[in-house]
């Protein structure tokens, strides 16, 4: 990634300023850039030859690292991450504008969800710096994304051409233009309007959407974005969805999954995982580490080291043996990942099970061996 040149920092102030909703404002205290003309966009026919090259490089994703395997992003295309409010969706989006900005790319925020003081907050945490924060311009949207305030917006991009642009969220924005995300004609009028101005730029978009469906193992139909098929059908990149598979607070770190609902470049199957999310948490929250990374093994993507550590504990503190049934109660994470981390100490030898105690033909397990997830080299992350 070639480092995008900007000017010396305005008199930043120590603290990080609460700008109105007159557009974005770099988080290092620069003066925001004033409203500017839209970029102009050429429409008609072309002929190919003009763009014809027998060396054409295929087309892979290119943003956003995915150690030991393809990155997440296709570069100047329009990507989705949909998945239940709360998991982490933004998180992900967070991590990813710091590694571009630390990477000496442009970032453009574009939030209708939180407010500028907490995001700084968590890119902080996320090991943003000040002067990578010189990267990343904010804007706290309150009203609807038309008229000037979208001519504002391209006129911005335009001008900076942001390695990456996000979107949080989907719902809200459509809501502030009095769109409903349901129907797919009104959707197709959203992208039509906002995200084909950024594709049309050659600009990388990110759009954050909440899903209407439970979660479950396939992807491809078990969860999708709320409301309208067409926003999965308008992505000229990518469409993932985000799976939590153990849950991560101030004082716990967890892990998720990536799985594509579709891949326009051909790269990745409907339904596969994409990658792992490790979300290493420490200091009360003040100090996050994100590291995708390829799956170890088959399409649930490999051992849940950390769940597997949580189990262990659990039974190391139990009084005898325990159903795995009372085990994905007790022990924080989804049921299913519980259980999978259960059935994969007892593959490694650190559970068995206890027949004389079977009830059912369910036996409970029992500890062999502790299970210490902080020495697993399932899969090495740079924390």
Known sequence: MTPVDL???????????????????????????????????????????????????????????????QPLLYAGESHVVAGPGGSGKSMLAQHLACEVASDGGVVLLLDYESNIRSVALRLKALGLTKEQAGRVAYWRLTGALSGGKLEQLVGFASKWRPTLTVLDSVARAMAALGLSEMANDEYTKFHTSVLERFEASELTFLAIDHTGHAEGENGSRAMRGRG?????DAVSGAYYTFHVKEPWTRSQSGSAQLRARKDRGGHRAVGAVVCDVTVRVEDDGGNIRIALSEPAEG????????????????????DGPQYRSTIEKQVSGRAQYVRQAVNQLAKEGYVREVREKARGGSAPVELVKMFDSSSSEDVTVPF
């Open 228 to 232: 309208a098929s067409a926003k999965t």
């Open 299 to 318: 399409a649930d993507g490999g051992r849940p080291t950390i769940l597997m550590g949580r189990v262990s504990k659990f039974l190391e503190d139990a």
């Open 7 to 69: 000017p010396s920092v305005i008199d930043p102030t120590p603290d990080v300023p609460l700008p109105d909703d007159d557009g974005p404002v770099f988080l290092d205290g620069r003066d925001p850039v004033p409203d500017l003309a839209a970029a102009e966009v050429s429409e008609g026919p072309v002929w190919l030859a003009s763009v014809w090259d027998e060396d054409m490089p295929e087309v892979v994703p290119t943003v956003g690292n995915i150690i030991g395997g």
